[in-house]
Every structure is written in C-alpha cells, then in structure tokens.
C-alpha cells in the first residue's frame, strides 16, 4: 500500500517551535515493523520509546475517538489525515483503560482509512466509549494489559514504514522554549501526563488550536 506524504493534523504545525532531535536517529523495532502496511504513516507526535544502546524505537500507538457508529458500536473512527494514521493493525488489542484486564479487553478486526479518519472495527463494544476518548494498543501483563513499551519520546516528523525494515524514526524529548499541539498529534493518556508534560521527558503540550 503506497501513500503520498502528508502531515498529520493538515498542513498546520504540530509544535510552536522547532523541538530539540534526539541526535543520531533511531530504527523501527523489527518486529513491530513487520506488522505494518508497507508505506503507512507513523504520524507526527506519536509516542515513541527510544533506546540510544540499541538505536531502536517502538512506538506507542493512541488514537483519539471522533466518531462511534450509531448502528454498530464496534465501529469507532479515530483521528487520522489523509495517509498519517495511527498504525492499529488487525489482532491488536485495543482499550481506553489502561487497568483492565485482558479479558475485557478487545481485539482490532479490520482497520480501514477513509475520509472520516481511521475506521476500527473492534471485536466488542467498549462500555462507556465517548468521543473524545483515547484507545491505546495494549499487550498482555499476565491477565491484565500494559502499554508496549513506557514511551520516553514523540516523533517530530511523519514516518513512512519501509518493506526493507529500515523505518527511520526521528524523535524529540525536549520541546525547549516551545509545545507541541496536543489537539493536533495522536493523544497522550492522562496517566502519562505532569501538567502539561509527557513523565519523564521535557515535552510539553498546549491545547492551543
């Protein structure tokens, strides 16, 4: 599947500022890479866990709800631009609480990008869904769920997955004397968040427009 670039959000900025890179640049985690559609966007401000021993990173997969199929309830539109769209691909699993367990959990069955944003179809309703609300990619710790990994980063560029394995990933953890428009990247979980700060980083946001 081949896309042509654009940035997540349209044309507008997605930091008030140029942020600081973390120097060097990283490589897509090979394994999660190959779940991915050849040439899908990884958009800008997606959550990212950088390791600088490895040169690799993950990424931390959200979504923000802006749509709930009235007819189907497993049919929940997130946000998404053109080709930059969050990466969920079909098994995932898929929740807006991050302390559930894995069997309340649902599994992504079909994905599909359209006008609207990001079409997912879910393997079960998920009680209490509104718009608005963020969907994460979890994974299993034990009977329970977990974030892949604790991320550490966001992208600062829209990143096209390469069939060769060779996804470069440049990522900021200081958005210096600037922010990063929250309403216009992939949300961040509140339980990520110190005020306006991504834990353990220096990126800040502003729900500025």
Do not use: H
């Not at 390791?51 to 309830?73: K, L, N, P």
């Not at 309340?104 to 869904?129: C, F, M, R, W, Y």
């Not at 560029?157 to 990247?185: L, M, Q």
């Amino acid at each position: 599947m081949k896309f042509q670039g654009k940035k997540f959000g349209g044309d507008c900025p997605k930091f008030t500022i140029l942020p600081v890179q973390v120097g060097g640049g990283f490589t897509l985690n090979a394994a999660q890479a190959a779940k991915f559609a050849e040439g899908w966007l990884i958009p800008t401000g997606t959550l990212a866990n950088a390791d600088e021993s490895t040169r690799e990173a993950q990424v931390v997969v959200t979504g923000r709800v802006v749509a709930i199929d009235t007819s189907d309830a497993k049919k929940v539109t997130l946000q998404a631009d053109g080709a930059a769209a969050p990466p969920f691909c079909v098994n995932d699993y898929i929740g807006k609480d991050l302390a559930a367990t894995l069997a309340n959990t649902p599994q992504v069955k079909a994905v599909e990008l359209t006008n609207d944003g990001l079409v997912v179809t879910i393997s079960k309703a998920i009680s209490g869904l509104a718009v608005g609300d963020t969907l994460c990619e979890v994974v299993a710790d034990g009977s329970n769920v977990k974030l892949l990994a604790e991320p550490n980063s966001v992208l600062i560029t829209d990143e096209e997955v390469k069939a060769d394995g060779d996804t470069c990933i440049d990522v900021t953890r200081n958005t210096g004397n600037g922010e990063c428009y929250a309403r216009r990247v992939p949300p961040v979980p509140a339980t990520l968040m110190e005020g306006n700060i991504l834990k353990g980083t220096k990126v800040a946001y502003t729900n500025t427009l």
